[in-house]
């Protein structure tokens, strides 16, 4: 057998079930392999040892019982956006550098359930705004295939971690591409599911009407199993969607032929970078080999989706970013004058400076007198981006493209520029917009730096999205490749 | 539309986030930039379109009107910087 660390999700629960591994040994291999990586790589803002290998213990007890649930002692980490009930939950900042939330996220609670023993919390960008997790309070999250390189953002953390045999399964958030982008470029597979398929009470909220919680793991078939755990209708999100779920699993091994593939034209225009090209059509040639074929779409709005975009999110972002006051939980600043001095002060130097602009932003598109030129707008736009989707999705399965315009940039190489950084999500955030779910998958490397593609489904495909997505690591080796380094 | 130094200044006060000096200056530029990136909407035509606000577009579920929380004010509580009797602290607002 190879290293523990090096197996994935669904081969890890093969071999607990079948007594070839115990959960003691996988954990205490995960943990060790984090502790020998992460001062360099800085995936994780908590490491939970204890905890961790207690459940271990627990669930090896249980299995001799033979009373484990289905997934009783695989690892999995989280996002340090869901709040985890005993263990710190810091969204990347400073504000709640030493919050400890009162209560589980429904998604950490049905990991729980399932068995899942969590290794820890996961880095990513202040609030999940940024797209290179350089925005961390924490401090920047390297990428495995290159240190001096970013892992993307804001779910870094998570695409890291999981890069880099980490654990074998991470949770993370996409409000505009911050799943699919961090997976492209790390390599990994990562699932942004329909919003409302997955419950979102417990996580910190960032744009509440585009978040929406998901995975990345190596395979879509780990993806398939851990978004079974997580997903379904939750009381206590009211935006959560009362739809059954199905097992995703059974659906993996379907033939894709017959299946249309839509290509955005806008996706493949002159501004396509030709190694990214070149990439795509590799992919698009093994659909083609498996029965597949492809019809040209066209997604007229696009190139409106990020401006409308950095109205709504940071709109949505203000309103709820409120609630860091300094006066129920979080970060409070020393000796304040005053009320409005408490407020003030707590929250500027509570947030760091992207979270700042994002709130600026949106206070002044909600402000009086600019509602009808910013929020209204955009939200017309947004109907206009839904639209074309619904008439690109009449003419086919699922659309497909590049994930990033390209592989990871350097650390530091776009901090300056907020537009260079916006335009790392030019092709995730209309599948936002519209609520569609979305993956990203390896595609093959360039110059030595992995790239991914993206599949976008109907409202609740995910199904479809996962089948595709195994059927192409079923006949190739990308999702398999690892940094040379590891 | 360009904002100035003034406008940030208000906003930031709207927001109730403190600004230094330093802050408000580089941060005027940066808004710009992005006020300039948003501005591209204001090319599409979006006449008669009605606004989305929700991707689903789904009514709210109402659930029975029934008591379905424990009081859990202490462990609430418990997290905030400053908490007594029950209450939160802040500076005295009225004299």
């Known amino acids: 057998m190879s290293q523990i660390t090096d197996l994935t999700l669904a081969q890890l629960k093969q071999a607990l079930d079948d007594g070839d591994l115990s959960s003691v040994e996988i954990t205490t291999a995960f943990l060790d392999r984090i502790d020998s990586l992460n001062p360099e790589l800085n995936a994780f803002i908590t490491i939970t040892h204890e905890d961790a290998r207690k459940a271990a213990a627990d669930a090896d007890a249980a299995r001799a019982k033979g009373k484990a649930s289905a997934f009783a002692g695989l690892p999995i980490a989280h996002k340090d956006l869901f709040c985890t009930d005993g263990t710190r939950t810091t969204c990347g900042s400073k504000m709640l ?107 910190i909220a960032f744009a509440s009407s585009l978040d929406q919680g998901g995975l990345i793991a190596h395979t879509a078939e780990d993806i398939a199993l851990g978004l079974g755990l997580i997903a379904g209708h939750d009381p206590r999100d009211s935006t959560s969607a009362d739809q059954a779920v199905p097992d995703y699993t059974a659906t993996l091994s379907d033939p894709l032929k017959g299946k249309v593939i839509g290509l955005p034209t806008q996706f493949f225009d002159e501004r396509l970078d030709p190694a990214m090209r070149q990439s795509m059509n590799d992919v698009l040639d093994v659909f083609r080999s498996l029965g597949a074929t492809t019809v040209e779409v066209s997604l007229d709005h696009i190139a ?183 | 539309m360009s904002l100035t130094s003034d406008d940030v200044k208000r906003v930031a006060k709207l927001a109730r986030l403190g600004l230094t000096q330093a802050e408000t200056n580089e941060t005027l530029t940066q808004l710009n930039s992005i006020l300039g990136l948003v501005d591209q909407m204001q090319q599409t035509n979006t006449d008669g379109v009605a606004p989305l606000a929700h991707p689903l577009e789904l009514t709210q579920t109402l659930r029975a009107d029934q008591v379905t929380e424990t009081n859990h004010r202490e462990k609430y509580q418990s997290v905030a910087p400053q908490a007594e009797a029950g209450l939160y602290l802040v500076p005295r607002v009225v004299e």
């Open chain 1, 97 to 203: 550098a030493d919050f400890v939330a009162p209560y589980d996220a429904h998604v950490v609670s049905r990991c729980q359930q399932a068995g899942l023993i969590s290794l820890g919390k996961l880095n990513m960008d202040e609030f999940a705004m940024g797209s290179s997790n350089e925005n961390s309070f924490f401090g920047a999250v390297r990428n495995p295939w290159d240190p001096s390189r970013v892992p993307g953002g804001s779910s870094g953390g998570s695409a890291a971690a999981v890069a880099a045999r980490m654990t074998p399964l991470a949770t993370a958030t996409d409000t505009g591409g911050s799943i699919r982008q961090p997976a492209a470029l790390t390599g990994t597979s990562g699932l942004k599911p329909t919003y409302g398929r997955v419950s979102r009470f417990g996580m």
């Open chain 1, 304 to 486: 409106e989706a990020i401006p409308a975009y950095y109205v709504i999110a940071p709109a949505e972002a203000s309103s709820n970013l409120s609630r860091f006051d300094g006066v129920r939980f979080g970060y409070r600043a020393e000796h304040p004058k005053d009320l409005t001095d408490l407020y003030e002060r707590s929250r500027g130097e509570g947030f760091g400076g992207e979270v700042k602009r994002r709130i600026l932003i949106g206070t002044y598109a909600l402000s009086e007198g600019y509602y009808d030129a910013y929020y209204k707008k955009a939200q017309q736009i947004r109907r206009l981006i839904k639209q074309d989707f619904e008439r690109a999705l009449n003419q086919c399965d699922l659309l497909f493209g590049p994930t990033t315009p390209s592989t990871a940039f350097v650390i530091g190489e776009k901090t300056a520029d907020p537009i260079a950084m916006y335009l790392e999500d030019i092709y995730t955030v209309a599948t936002n917009m519209a609520g569609l779910p979305g993956g990203s998958f390896q595609a093959p490397l360039i110059d030595g730096l992995p790239s991914g593609y993206q599949l976008t489904g109907p409202a609740f495909g995910e199904g479809a999205i996962l089948n595709a997505a195994h059927q192409i690591q079923t006949a190739t080796d990308w999702h398999t490749l690892r940094p040379e380094s590891l």
